[in-house]
């Protein structure tokens, strides 16, 4: 088993920014996968960042040029930097970390991140 570990997450005013950060204590061989989705109240789940352990990394169509994940040099921790946050950012964001062969990532029980007007 995985346990994942994530903090950051808060209230804020639009404009603002916010750092999430998810670690693990465990990390396994091989390509490995870690970032974040989010999913607000009537929406539906989306994903906001991912990283590769062979440093590529992806963002959703709405977060690029916002937001920045980053990772640690040791692997067990993924970081989010999140910048000109808006009310539409509002959700509650998971971290999670897929390993070789696995059909599903293990997930961390989320980070609720509020944006105000």
């Known amino acids: 088993q995985v346990e994942l570990v994530e903090s950051g997450g808060g209230l804020v005013q639009a404009g603002g920014s916010l750092r999430l950060s998810c670690h693990t204590a465990?990390?396994?061989?091989?390509?490995?996968?870690m970032g974040w989705h989010r999913q607000a109240p009537g929406k539906q789940r989306e994903l906001v960042a991912r990283l590769t352990s062979n440093g590529s990394a992806a963002y959703g169509e709405s977060m690029k040029g916002r937001f920045a994940i980053s990772g640690d040099h040791d692997g067990n921790t993924v970081y989010l930097q999140m910048n000109k946050l808006a009310p539409e950012d509002t959700g509650l964001y998971s971290c999670y970390y897929f390993v070789p062969y696995s059909k599903e990532p293990y997930w961390g029980q989320g980070t609720q991140v509020t944006v105000s007007s």
């Open positions: 465990r990390i396994f061989d091989g390509i490995t996968e």
